[in-house]
């Protein structure tokens, strides 16, 4: 009976190294291909920047209408996102630490307490931004040690602004969503493969600020924002 196990436990050896050394030659012969590693949460702060942090001129400024100024008197908001990561391999499959994402955010800003005050005086809907940028780049993350590591990266695409309603019930302003080239950088910490701290720097374009309705004064506004991401990588 010894002799039976002791031949079977040999051949169960035998095919355990001839399987792999197979799988090894398979793995010699893969092409150097991107490895989906998956998606990626972020929860955020958004600081905003260029003519949307600037003030406006109250003196010009008539609640429920169009304002035709640069400033959008935009205060701090927040942001919700969604990344989907590749990475590449080596023939070996060891990690380069370069990859390509494609990415999607939300950012959210009201305007500041001085601006809403003088809507709310007068009874009125104070409009709200939001901008959705959509992002396509690379980065780049070099790993510390099994807990730490850092990365970078910079993408450009597209900003969706979007300027909410504003006015009275049964007397409000509406406008149109404008789209424009915008490109982002950004930089942080990885920990555990799992969670992510990093400051990132967005450019969203020179946007329009368009009513629907006739003979509405249009205007332009330079848009750009510092977001703060806490990103969760599954």
């Excluded at 031949?7 to 092409?31: C, P, R, Y």
């Excluded at 799992?194 to 006739?214: M, Q, V």
Aim: aromatic share 14%.
């Amino acid at each position: 009976m010894k002799r039976i196990i002791l031949t079977l436990g040999l051949i169960l050896m035998l095919f355990a190294t001839v399987f792999a050394q197979e799988e090894q030659k398979k793995t010699e012969k893969q092409e150097y291909v991107p490895n989906k590693i998956g998606i990626s949460f972020y929860l955020g702060g958004v600081l905003p920047s260029l003519e949307m942090n600037d003030a406006m001129d109250k003196s010009l400024v008539i609640p429920g209408r169009n304002y035709a100024g640069k400033g959008g008197s935009a205060m701090f908001g927040a942001s919700l996102g969604l990344k989907y990561n590749y990475i590449f391999k080596t023939k070996s499959q060891k990690s380069t630490g370069l990859g390509v994402f494609l990415s999607s955010d939300v950012f959210w800003n009201q305007m500041n307490k001085a601006m809403r005050t003088m809507y709310d005086t007068v009874k009125c809907t104070a409009p709200m931004y939001v901008n959705v940028p959509i992002m396509a780049g690379v980065n780049y993350t070099t790993q510390f040690s099994n807990v730490f590591s850092l990365w970078v990266e910079v993408g450009a695409g597209t900003d969706l602004f979007i300027k909410t309603t504003e006015g009275w019930e049964g007397e409000t302003n509406d406008y149109y969503v404008s789209a424009k080239f915008a490109a982002e950088a950004g930089a942080g910490i990885l920990l555990a493969r799992t969670l992510s701290l990093g400051a990132h720097y967005y450019y969203l374009g020179n946007h329009d600020i368009k009513e629907i309705r006739e003979n509405s004064i249009d205007s332009k506004m330079k848009m750009g924002a510092w977001v703060f991401k806490l990103g969760f990588h599954f």
